[in-house]
Every structure is written in C-alpha cells, then in structure tokens.
C-alpha cells in the first residue's frame, strides 16, 4: 500500500475520484500487517493461515471467513502465529464514498454518526455470529465486483457500503470503543511510535517512552503490548529490522555495517531476529530481491 516505515498512511486509491481499493494480500513474513493508522476505514476479511491482529486495544485471533473491522484513526497490526500461509483481504475507504451526493437526511442519519466518531465498527465478527451470513455476503460480492470490475462497479461498490452500514448500525450499534485505549491515550501512542519511527537507531529506554505517553512504566508496558502485540524492546528490533531489509535490497553495504547503522550492536543478534522476523537470512533477503522473488 505504501512504504513500509510510513505508519500515519495517506492510502493512494488507485481510481480518481473512487476513494477505495481492495488488497489481497499474502504477506511472506513473520509481520503480516505493518503497525500503522489511517484516515480510511478498512474491513480485514481474513482467507487462511494462523494469526493474531491487534485493532485499538482489542487483541483477535481469526478463524477463515471471519471479519474485523478498524475504525478511522484506529492503530492496527497483525503477526502470522507460525509457519502457515497467511492470507487475507483488506478493504480500504474514504468515508467520502458512503456520504453520497445528494444530501439525504436519511442517509446522514446512518452515516454520520460513524463519520463524527461518535459510533463505531465492531472490532470483529466471527462466522459463528448470528448476522454473519449477510455481512459477510456482501463484502464477498462487493471483492468479486471490484475484481471484475464490470460496468457500473462503482455504483454497486458504494450502494454496498451505504447498505453495511445500516446493518452494523442495527446490530452492532456501540458508542465508543472497547478497552480503555480512549482518544486522548490513543494519539499520545502515535507520537510515541512517530518518535520510534524517527529514532530508532539509537538508544531507547522504556522510562523515555513511558514519559512521551504520560504512563508509569508498569502501565506503560502493560499497554504498549496490548496494543502492539510486542513488548517496547521487541517493538524496536522489528523497526530495525525493517529497516535493515530496505537497505540490504536498496544498498549494497555490508551486512555487518547495516547491523550497526539501524542499532544493533551485535551482528549474531541482528541475523537471528531477521532470519525470525523475515523467515530468512539478512544475505538470502539480498539474493531473493535480485532475483526478483522479493
């Protein structure tokens, strides 16, 4: 969707003037979701594989065929549980594309609501739900008709979403979200992670992090995992990680000398959370990318 270290995403839609896009994704490593937030709304309709996403403060483990839901402004990530092939569609729009055109209070009756942030999507429903079968129904025929994209897509996709919203707001009505990661609390972590994102080369405590969210260090911890499905030093490795397999495909430094550049002080350490996170090694990433199987 975008670069992998961008976390605050401005999702590129591919049509102009169609603020939606469909990805279907099998991510190839340990990571399946990068930790990121957005403006959009996104539906996470989960195909196969074993995994864990963290939404807000909700932890999930999805079933094949069960959905999640990430509200607006909401940080979201997503880990493989094993080795197994993990597979899943994720749907992304602007709440633009539900609003219509013509003004009708009816509509705005349903829509704003969700727009203003005062109601919110379900974090997750499972195919055991007893309003399963018509959700899921209709994200599956609104995937076909963006694949297909046959005459008048746009209309069916949009008439779609507007129709989804009147059922989650009949059955799954909430007035804020669940947890205790509230607003205030939530936007502290992203300039938190923003920070991360900016400094992680050097050396971060978790008593410097605690101070950005206004948190003691216990409270800190306990959180931090909660919503990032890592503890703050995991947390930081996976960044250096990262960062690490863009400049091992985009550079040709030595591997020792980019261990050292995004932070690690040992070269052994460095090669094995790659080979764990990346399910291969810190030269087999460089290969696999020159011979074009990245």
Request: charged share 20%; hydrophobic share 40%; glycine share 6%.
């Given at each position: 969707?975008?670069?992998?270290?961008?976390?605050?995403?401005?999702?590129?839609?591919?049509?102009?003037?169609?603020?939606?896009?469909?990805?279907?994704?099998?991510?190839?490593?340990?990571?399946?979701?990068?930790?990121?937030?957005?403006?959009?709304?996104?539906?996470?309709?989960?195909?196969?594989?074993?995994?864990?996403?963290?939404?807000?403060?909700?932890?999930?483990?999805?079933?094949?065929?069960?959905?999640?839901?990430?509200?607006?402004?909401?940080?979201?990530?997503?880990?493989?549980?094993?080795?197994?092939?993990?597979?899943?569609?994720?749907?992304?729009?602007?709440?633009?594309?539900?609003?219509?055109?013509?003004?009708?209070?009816?509509?705005?009756?349903?829509?704003?609501?969700?727009?203003?942030?005062?109601?919110f999507f379900p974090p997750y429903l499972s195919a055991n739900d007893e309003h399963y079968s018509l959700?899921?129904?209709?994200?599956?025929?609104?995937?076909?008709?963006?694949?297909?994209?046959?005459?008048?897509?746009?209309?069916?996709?949009?008439?779609?979403?507007?129709?989804?919203?009147?059922?989650?707001?009949?059955?799954?009505?909430?007035?804020?979200?669940?947890?205790?990661?509230?607003?205030?609390?939530?936007?502290?972590?992203?300039?938190?992670?923003?920070?991360?994102?900016?400094?992680?080369?050097?050396?971060?405590?978790?008593?410097?992090?605690?101070?950005?969210?206004?948190?003691?260090?216990?409270?800190?911890?306990?959180?931090?995992?909660?919503?990032?499905?890592?503890?703050?030093?995991?947390?930081?490795?996976?960044?250096?990680?990262?960062?690490?397999?863009?400049?091992?495909?985009?550079?040709?430094?030595?591997?020792?000398?980019?261990?050292?550049?995004?932070?690690?002080?040992?070269?052994?350490?460095?090669?094995?959370?790659?080979?764990?996170?990346?399910?291969?090694?810190?030269?087999?990433?460089?290969?696999?990318?020159?011979?074009?199987?990245?």
């Amino acid at each position: 969707m975008t670069n992998p270290m961008q976390i605050r995403q401005n999702v590129p839609h591919r049509m102009p003037g169609f603020p939606l896009d469909v990805f279907h994704i099998k991510p190839p490593g340990k990571e399946i979701l990068h930790l990121h937030w957005h403006d959009d709304w996104e539906i996470i309709y989960f195909v196969r594989g074993n995994a864990t996403f963290y939404i807000g403060s909700e932890t999930i483990r999805p079933e094949p065929g069960d959905l999640m839901f990430v509200n607006k402004g909401m940080i979201h990530t997503g880990f493989a549980d094993d080795e197994l092939e993990v597979e899943y569609y994720a749907i992304v729009f602007h709440s633009e594309l539900v609003e219509g055109m013509t003004g009708s209070s009816y509509l705005r009756q349903i829509t704003t609501p969700y727009i203003a942030g005062r109601s919110f999507f379900p974090p997750y429903l499972s195919a055991n739900d007893e309003h399963y079968s018509l959700i899921a129904g209709m994200i599956e025929q609104l995937i076909v008709e963006y694949e297909v994209q046959a005459r008048g897509f746009q209309l069916a996709i949009s008439s779609m979403l507007q129709l989804l919203l009147v059922h989650l707001s009949r059955y799954y009505v909430s007035a804020g979200v669940s947890g205790s990661f509230t607003g205030e609390l939530s936007e502290k972590f992203k300039e938190l992670i923003a920070y991360l994102e900016m400094h992680y080369p050097e050396k971060l405590t978790v008593q410097r992090a605690a101070d950005i969210v206004n948190l003691s260090e216990y409270h800190f911890c306990r959180t931090f995992k909660r919503v990032t499905g890592k503890t703050f030093v995991e947390y930081v490795n996976l960044l250096r990680v990262n960062a690490a397999e863009q400049l091992l495909i985009n550079t040709s430094d030595p591997v020792t000398e980019i261990a050292f550049n995004v932070g690690f002080g040992s070269v052994n350490y460095f090669s094995q959370l790659f080979r764990q996170y990346k399910r291969h090694s810190p030269s087999d990433c460089r290969k696999r990318y020159a011979r074009g199987l990245s």
